[in-house]
T-cell receptor
Framework: NAGVTQTPKFRVLKTGQSMTLLCAQDMNHEYMYWYRQDPGMGLRLIHYSVGEGTTAKGEVPDGYNVSRLKKQNFLLGLESAAPSQTSVYFC???????????FGSGTRLTVV | GQQVMQIPQYQHVQEGEDFTTYCNSSTTLSNIQWYKQRPGGHPVFLIQLVKSGEVKKQKRLTFQFGEAKKNSSLHITATQTTDVGTYFCAGYDDYKLSFGAGTTVTVRA
């Protein structure tokens, strides 16, 4: 049972490039989330999904897009990367509301 | 939206000592969750508290939910080097968790 798998684990982008981060879970969880973590700022929610085909904005959605075409996958896209998007990105999933989250191991993204 | 504040931001502890970290919310929480993140790792779910005044224990860790459901605490007794990491509390805001900034714990052997 893999849990939540994030790919890639590391990436360096040039300003203006685009990329997609993939999150896959094999626990049949309904809810999925994308967070970014910056030093001293905890975990900030970017976008989330409460079910296949649904997405919603979180606290810091600007510059990101998401898609949840299949229940097990949640994709995070950066259309035009900026240095301010340098961060560690975590995907998480939960069975339903009020359950604990299972996090992936993270993607460390550097934009130069 | 809901804001969850944690204090202290950093906790430097002598091995064997006890310490407590606190979590405060600006609004009443339906429940509160605690997570631990080891250095270089990802957050791992520890526990969830739901009832007013609830107290739960996990070995040397004691979690408490305030009577008014607006605050929580994590108390660790006889700190060990394995306790190193950042502890986050989080409260539900609609369908998603709002995380505090965390308490980063270092241990002096």
């Amino acid at each position: 049972n893999a849990g939540v798998t994030q790919t890639p684990k590391f990436r360096v982008l040039k300003t203006g490039q685009s990329m997609t981060l993939l999150c896959a879970q094999d626990m049949n969880h309904e809810y999925m989330y994308w967070y970014r973590q910056d030093p001293g700022m905890g975990l900030r929610l970017i976008h989330y999904s409460v079910g296949e085909g649904t997405t919603a904005k979180g606290e810091v959605p600007d510059g990101y897009n998401v898609s949840r075409l299949k229940k097990q996958n949640f994709l995070l896209g950066l259309e035009s990367a900026a240095p301010s998007q340098t961060s560690v990105y975590f995907c998480a999933s939960s069975y339903i509301i009020f359950y604990g989250y299972t996090f992936g191991s993270g993607t460390r993204l550097t934009v130069v | 939206g809901q804001q969850v504040m944690q204090i202290p931001q950093y906790q430097h502890v002598q091995e064997g000592e006890d310490f407590t970290t606190y979590c405060n919310s600006s609004t009443t929480l339906s429940n509160i969750q605690w997570y631990k993140q080891r250095p270089g790792g990802h957050p791992v779910f520890l526990i969830q508290l739901v009832k007013s005044g609830e107290v739960k224990k996990q070995k040397r860790l004691t979690f408490q939910f305030g009577e008014a459901k607006k605050n929580s605490s994590l108390h660790i007794t006889a700190t060990q080097t394995t306790d190193v990491g950042t502890y986050f509390c989080a409260g539900y805001d609609d369908y998603k968790l709002s995380f505090g900034a965390g308490t980063t714990v270092t241990v002096r052997a």
